[in-house]
Structure formats: structure tokens, C-alpha cells
């Protein structure tokens, strides 16, 4: 009978050491966290390594940083989603972001215009245009407007020169700010 009773206390103290300690499961590849903002059925969560979205349900995850995205900076500092569901990144060094479910958008650091850094050509141009950066930075994101400053299309770069295919867009004069890393430019584009 002590040997039953003893056997008890055993199973009972390992039982209340398991029920006080629970296992804990990491979701962040042990960054460290700076920011959490829920949305429906998912977390969106800051950290020094970028970018987690992580399916409350599924418990999949979905990182996002400056290899494998548009964030322009991994140390993701605070989050803010509006009513458009648009997720509002702030990096550290990097300014503001808006993400949109298809890659972060644009980049706002300070919204000075820069002047003579970017190089557009051929141009007039009847297909493509090439942009490159002049001082080797980073360009993050154009936009190409229409002459009546309607926004036609938003591309993410972020690299110092890329070629950018406009043959679907009808002929005429277009608007392109481009985003740097130090501030945007605005460049005039026609297309015969």
C-alpha cells in the first residue's frame, strides 16, 4: 500500500509540474518583438527582423523583410492598420511604409524632393524606360501618374536601376515620382 501510495504523490507532483509549466512555442525565429496589432484572424508582429504575419487560426506564418519584400528596413517598430485594411509600417532608419497584402507599396522617409540623382531613358520612349539611381541609392518605388495626376501605376524597386515596361499604356506625356532612399524626384516620361 505505501508502494501505491508513494506511486501517487509521484504521479501528482509530475502532473501539478506539467500543468504550471506549460511548453512555450516561438513565432518570431527569436527577434525580438516591438510591435503587435491584430487583424481578424491574424497577428502582424514588428520586429528587429522584419515583418511576421502569423494565421491565428493555422498558426502559419508569413515573414516579410528586406530580401524577400519591399520593407525597406527590417526593425519594424510600430504597426497601424486603417480601415482600408492597409498595414502602416514604421522602421527604424527608414521612415513609413504602407503594405498592402501585395508588397509594401511606397516608402516615405523625409518627403524632400531630391534633384538630379535619377537618370530616365530612352526618352520619349515607345515600350520601356530605363531608371537609375545616379548617386547609387536605392530607388524604392515609382509611380507612374497620368498628366492629370491620376495615379496609373505603382511599382516596388528598390534597387538602383531597374528597366520598367510601359508598352500597355496608351501614348502620351506621363508623371513618375520616384521614391529614393533619401527622398523622391519627379520626372516627365512620354510615350509615343
Known amino acids: 500500500m505505501k508502494k501505491i501510495n508513494l506511486l501517487l504523490v509521484v504521479l501528482l507532483i509530475v502532473c501539478i509540474g506539467k500543468a504550471q509549466n506549460p511548453e512555450w512555442i516561438?513565432?518570431?525565429?527569436?527577434?525580438?518583438?516591438?510591435?503587435?496589432?491584430?487583424?481578424?484572424?491574424?497577428?502582424?508582429?514588428?520586429?528587429?527582423?522584419?515583418?511576421?504575419?502569423?494565421?491565428?487560426?493555422t498558426e502559419n506564418l508569413t515573414f516579410?523583410?528586406?530580401?524577400?519584400?519591399?520593407?525597406?528596413?527590417?526593425?519594424?517598430?510600430?504597426?497601424?492598420?486603417?480601415?482600408?485594411?492597409?498595414?502602416?509600417?514604421?522602421?527604424?532608419?527608414?521612415?513609413?511604409?504602407?503594405?498592402?497584402?501585395?508588397?509594401v507599396e511606397l516608402s516615405i522617409k523625409e518627403n524632400q524632393p531630391i534633384r538630379n540623382n535619377i537618370n530616365i531613358?530612352?526618352?520619349?520612349?515607345?515600350?520601356?524606360?530605363?531608371?537609375?539611381?545616379?548617386?547609387?541609392?536605392?530607388i524604392i518605388a515609382?509611380?507612374?501618374?497620368?498628366?492629370?495626376?491620376?495615379?496609373?501605376?505603382?511599382?516596388?524597386?528598390?534597387k538602383t536601376k531597374q528597366t520598367i515596361d510601359i508598352s500597355n499604356l496608351p501614348s502620351g506625356v506621363y508623371i513618375l515620382k520616384i521614391q529614393t532612399e533619401k527622398g523622391f524626384e519627379t520626372k516627365k516620361i512620354i510615350k509615343q
Open 26 to 57: 516561438g513565432y518570431t525565429n527569436r527577434d525580438a518583438v516591438l510591435a503587435i496589432v491584430e487583424d481578424n484572424s491574424f497577428l502582424w508582429i514588428g520586429t528587429n527582423g522584419g515583418l511576421v504575419k502569423l494565421d491565428k487560426n
Open 64 to 103: 516579410y523583410n528586406t530580401s524577400n519584400s519591399g520593407l525597406p528596413n527590417n526593425y519594424v517598430y510600430s504597426i497601424a492598420i486603417d480601415v482600408q485594411g492597409n498595414k502602416w509600417i514604421g522602421t527604424w532608419g527608414s521612415g513609413l511604409s504602407v503594405f498592402n497584402e501585395t508588397g
Open 121 to 138: 531613358f530612352p526618352n520619349p520612349t515607345s515600350d520601356y524606360f530605363n531608371i537609375e539611381s545616379l548617386s547609387k541609392m536605392n
Open 142 to 158: 515609382v509611380e507612374i501618374m497620368n498628366i492629370q495626376g491620376r495615379l496609373i501605376e505603382n511599382r516596388v524597386i528598390n
